[in-house]
């Protein structure tokens, strides 16, 4: 048997394991190599039933997502006709499944007769996450094992489901007492349905999958649901899918499955969503530093701050199990944060996310104090002070004193400069930025910015230990706003300008959440305060070129106390949570208009939709080019993940290829002479988009 599969014979049983590291993702060779082994096993009278199990304990992780959009996503044999085979195996099949089995790993699971699993075993149709539909029997065979509601729920949410809830489904059989177990108490499963002389496959639960559900159930489920999916493919496929399993006969239903996914995954969305997914794991690998450098210890953290950011990133540690000292200079302060800390689990409790203990649990890992020796024994120190350069350069002349050598010194500044809050201290070889995003304890973003002088080790560190809390690091390096914030100066900077020429901020929002954004500009800075913004902007004034043609707006707002949603009024005007136009703001755009002579105009959504996002392309690449972004991926990963860009279009720069560099050059080209004096200050082409162009490229990336 070849080494993708490990056969073996012991009374009666099969035992063929999957051998295809590092998850069992069920490629051309393992799909022949398992057929290969199922059949052999099958024609072999000595075998009485056969056990699936993966060789290194994990089950598999589904289709191979390399192959996709390639000839081999469906060479023979492809999966949806080897689990077909599987299912005709006249012996009984018992999938023993350790700790995962997603997408095609599950469904591998599911053309099996019988699934047992290890206690921490977690399974999912995790399909959609790529833009995709279950594509070999999910949206069928599943159904008719727990029903369409709640197959529907599955592969919608994407989610990966324990072995206790995926047990009361109907989804697995049986749960081991161990994992050390699983393979015995398989066999003990296999022996049992051979002395009952079990059939290779029971009956379906649900013949019927939708058979307690009303008529109109499925419609009214798009009714309720499409609005949530925006301009998605995937969740409407899947419909689609579960209709055919509730009105079809299993092998009709599977036709169908098959030419939905199909449609699927040659659509553009599951190439963006694929790119992500290959984007996420390509941030981790830092280029110079071995995949194998010794990591610093982190298991003490502190956090100094107790205010909203501070208070938020020291959850993450908390949630990951990890004592933190929050440290404030004041009582009233600290109480304050570790309040809010609290109350923010209380939600959770609420919400049934959490349990009373669990809650206690967290907040006895936290311990607030006043002194900063307290903080002395701290592997990684992270501050979350006023945004202000003295105070953070301070608070590090303070850690220098306190701080353990090798301890890990990071700024949870969101633009100062690194290497200045570096310079402050004797050791820069221990500091790094780790920006977060609000709110911490939610935003999956963490840029690591790497300073001069940061230690290889303090990155590959951080790195780790942002995938330990649940986050997802990208590395920056040292300028104004490191990547992302950097790219929403001249993306909200047309979006003000163009309020100024003629639209207004509703319009211009409109567009961008056309796109599928999360939010426009205007409704995003309401939520994070115009004064924010503004303090930011003004404490950075040299790092910033500007010009008041756009900055007038908002720092007129800003004068009036229009802070946005947290005074009530901002772009918009806000009444609970209803936001609206307010024509205030449009007269005050037209009256600065006047005063600076900006000539105003009705303007076509196209033009909106084309400055705001080719600016923030061209200011990506330049990104690029300067270094300060690692890869145009990378770039990507900080916008879908920090500001809402619809993964669905791959992150600007994959939907800067999408449309077609030349054809952003040319916007840029356009806009340059289009627009006076400002087009020729501000549309200049990112000399690497240039240089892309002219070699004839689509893909961005450092020439
Ligand atoms: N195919 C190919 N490579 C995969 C893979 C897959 N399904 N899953 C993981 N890898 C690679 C990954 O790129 C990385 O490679 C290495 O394995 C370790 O992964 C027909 C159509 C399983 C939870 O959506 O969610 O089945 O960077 O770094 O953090 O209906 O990987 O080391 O070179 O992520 O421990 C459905 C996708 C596919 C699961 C493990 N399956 N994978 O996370 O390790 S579509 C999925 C994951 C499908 C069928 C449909 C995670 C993980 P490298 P990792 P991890």
Redesign the pocket.
Known sequence: MCDLIHYCLEDGLALIGMAHP??N??SQSLRAALIGACERAAADDKVQAIILYGEQGLFS??????EFGTDASFSRPD?PNTLVRLTEIHKPLIAAIGK?A????L?LALACGYRIAEPGTRVG???I??G?L???G?TQRLPRLIGAESTLNLILSGEQIDAVRARRLGILDRIAASTEQLLDEARAYANELIDCCAPARPADAWPKPAEDLPDDFLARYRAEHEPLWKSRLAPRLVLSALEAACLLPLEEGLARELTL?KHAEASRQSKALRHV??AE?EARKIPGIEADITLRKIEKVAVIGAGTMGGGIAMNFVNAGMPVALLELEGQALDRGLMQIRKNYGISVKRGKMTTDELEQRMDLLFGTLDYEDLADADLVIEAVFENLEVKQQVFRNLEKICKPGAVLATNTSSLDVDAIAASVSRPQDVIGLHFFSPANVMRLLEVVRGKDTAPDVVATTMMIAKRIGKLPVISGVCFGFIGNRMLEPYAREAHRLVLEGATPAQVDGVLTALDLNMGVFSMLDLAGIDVSFLMRDSNRAAIAHDESYCRLGEELYALGRYGQKTGRGFYLYEGRDRKEDYEVVALAERLAGELRVSRRSIEDQEIHDRCLFMLINEGIQLLDEGIALRASDIDLVWINGYGFPAHLGGPMHYAEQLGLEKVLAGIQHYHHALGDYGEMWFQPAPLLERLVAAGKNRIEKI
């Open positions: 590092p998850v993702a069920l992780a589904g289709a191979d997502i390399t999966l995962l997603l997408g095609g790993g469904e149709l995790s399909e996450n790529l995709l279950p594509g070999a999910g996914f997914f290959f794991r």
